[in-house]
């Protein structure tokens, strides 16, 4: 097959989609035997974002630079033409993300949705992000042929909430890149810490984390936070024993896992919730929010706590310190069957059927 992914999520900063994005070309370019084109109208700086994120993946880049890129993708959805044929030829399979819904002459039309929180809880997004994927969502309703999801739990829900018929929903599991091992440089911060991985956002409720993070004011143990500033109330991360990382490139990410004595996961909602499997795959215990939205991601293997209780929080980081053995092997070998590879297979197996 010819198949066209847009990717142009990946002309920002890489968090949740836009690593899955790229491990997703990774896991196809592995399997080989189709030809694949990375496809998305981007400024020039998005472009040499693209580029930066797609290094090491063998894959034909369509980019066309373009100002204002995010309007142009916008106005191109909802228009209906010219066809995305004529940027990028003939093609079997156009595979669009949250941020554009291209038109095209033939082949199959494929998606991915990878949550419903905008729906679910307007509150917790921005109003530019509420109107995009409503667009998309409805869209996604009467157009596509394939909706790949990254969990059942999102496929049940993209069911009930947007009456996407279940024989047009496939699920596409997220994997692991090479460097997320238990194997190597172990992040040293100048005495044991917490670590936790999330935008700030309200949905990530780190609000919670950092009171539970409080009620542990008995052990020596600092409160290490990755992640880029969202929107809306931030939390406050200016106080004693908070170490504040920020944005981390992926590739970094793995030593951090190694060094955390925990890692905490919180979030209220999620579609999958990788983080909890990349720290699995390092080597670290994990306490993980109890909402059912994480039960796949985190499997047998992690602690789990009430999102919305500091003291239940407190106390599952409490039983991670006191026996965390059983937590890092469970937890290595849930993390083992999440491979790029099989996420290809996946999507392979839903564009041929």
């Not at 896991?27 to 930066?52: C, D, N």
């Not at 191109?76 to 940027?87: C, K, N, Q, T, V």
């Not at 969202?230 to 024993?241: C, K, M, S, V, Y």
Request: charged share 20%.
């Amino acid at each position: 097959m010819r198949i066209v992914v847009d990717v142009a999520p990946l002309s920002h900063p890489r968090t949740g989609v836009g690593n899955y994005i790229r491990g997703s070309l990774l896991g196809l370019a592995s399997v080989g035997g189709h030809e694949l084109v990375a496809f998305a109208p981007a400024t020039m700086r998005g472009k040499r974002q693209i580029e930066a994120a797609l290094s090491g993946v063998q894959v034909e880049r369509r980019l066309p630079a373009v100002p204002a890129a995010h309007a142009v993708r916008t106005a191109w959805s909802r228009l209906g033409r010219p066809a995305a044929e004529r940027f990028v030829g003939a093609f079997d399979v156009l595979h669009f993300s949250d941020w554009m819904y291209p038109p095209q002459r033939a082949g199959v039309r494929s998606t991915m949705i990878h949550d419903v929180v905008p729906i679910h809880f307007p509150q917790w997004v921005q109003a530019r992000t509420r109107r995009m994927h409503a667009a998309k969502y409805r869209h996604t309703s009467e157009a596509a042929d394939v909706v790949i999801v990254n969990s059942q739990f999102t496929a049940h829900d993209v069911t009930d909430t947007l009456g996407i018929e279940a024989e047009r929903i496939h699920v596409a599991y997220p994997g692991l890149e090479a460097h997320f091992t238990a194997d190597g440089e172990r992040r040293a911060l100048g005495r044991p810490y917490v670590l936790t991985v999330a935008t700030l956002e309200p949905r990530k409720n780190l609000g919670t984390l950092i009171a539970a993070y409080e009620l542990l004011d008995d052990v020596d143990l600092a409160l290490a936070v990755v992640g880029a500033s969202g929107w809306g109330i931030q939390p406050d991360l200016d106080r004693d024993g908070i170490i504040r990382l920020g944005y981390t490139e992926p590739h970094e990410l793995a030593a951090l896992y190694r060094g955390a004595s925990v890692v905490v996961y919180p979030s209220r909602y999620e579609g999958f919730g990788m983080p909890i499997v990349e720290a699995m795959a390092c080597g670290a215990p994990v306490v993980a929010s109890s909402h059912a939205s994480l039960d796949e991601a985190s499997g047998d293997a992690a602690l789990r706590a009430d999102p919305l209780d500091p003291a239940a929080l407190a106390d599952a980081i409490r039983g991670a310190l006191a026996d965390p053995a059983p937590l890092v092997a469970r937890g290595r070998e849930h993390a083992a069957q999440f491979t790029w590879e099989a996420n290809a297979h996946a999507h392979l197996a839903a564009w041929s059927r």
